[in-house]
T-cell receptor
Framework: SQQGEEDPQALSIQEGENATMNCSYK?????LQWYRQNSGRGLVHLIL?????REKHSGRLRVTLDTSKKSSSLLITASRAADTASYFC????????????FGQGTTLQVKP | DTAVSQTPKYLVTQMGNDKSIKCEQN?????MYWYKQDSKKFLKIMFS???????INETVPNRFSPKSPDKAHLNLHINSLELGDSAVYFC?????????????FGPGTRLTVT
């Protein structure tokens, strides 16, 4: 069964606004990762947050993790048209074999 | 230089045919993966190899057979193609199998079965 579910499925904002995407999962994890996929391209790793971390920053990205609620959020601040893409969360399960389970993604459109 | 490459990028073929997709990584990673992304963008792992050893084999029809001649290559052979096999197939690699490290993805192979 699918581990990660993302919300919203689609998001449309103006350039300069912030974008927030949420991810929920079902079982214990080792870490949670966020990936970006531009149309027609492969996925690109953005950020990894471990199960014992609560918040992580990378440039304009801020990720939070709440293991008690089994949820994570990705915040993109001061969005740009180039941020238009699909964003996926992926969970690495505890004691895993390197297997990542992906959510269905949030499609973000940033209008110039 | 491309880190994870796949060939071909597009593959159009008829039902019943056999086809292969090749993947190579030049990152020196130990682990490689195959994923299938359907039309709704749902990405699901199919196989994983660590140092040429199969470690993940999801419930994939046995028409799909991965082959890893060395740790830098992981090919996917598909027999008797069906319409439902149409999807984008991604190869990925990571440094360590354990602890779920970040994965590096290839550009994808769009397979269309007619």
């Amino acid at each position: 069964s699918q581990q990660g579910e993302e919300d919203p499925q689609a998001l449309s904002i103006q350039e300069g606004e912030n974008a927030t995407m949420n991810c929920s999962y079902k079982t214990s994890i080792n870490n949670l990762q966020w990936y970006r996929q531009n149309s027609g391209r492969g996925l690109v790793h953005l950020i990894l947050i471990r199960s014992n971390e609560r918040e992580k920053h990378s440039g304009r990205l801020r990720v939070t993790l709440d293991t008690s609620k089994k949820s994570s959020s990705l915040l993109i601040t001061a969005s740009r048209a180039a941020d238009t893409a699909s964003y996926f969360c992926a969970t690495a399960l505890s004691g895993n074999t390197g297997k990542l389970i992906f959510g269905q993604g949030t499609t973000l459109q940033v209008k110039p | 230089d491309t880190a994870v490459s796949q060939t071909p990028k597009y593959l159009v073929t008829q039902m019943g045919n056999d086809k292969s997709i090749k993947c190579e990584q030049n990152l020196g990673h130990d682990t490689m993966y195959w994923y299938k992304q359907d039309s709704k963008k749902f990405l699901k792992i199919m196989f994983s190899y660590n140092n040429k050893e199969l470690i993940i084999n999801e419930t994939v029809p046995n028409r799909f057979s991965p082959k890893s001649p060395d740790k830098a290559h992981l090919n996917l052979h598909i027999n008797s193609l069906e319409l439902g096999d149409s999807a984008v197939y991604f190869c990925a690699s990571s440094q360590e199998r354990d602890r779920g490290r970040e994965q590096y993805f290839g550009p994808g192979t769009r397979l269309t079965v007619t």
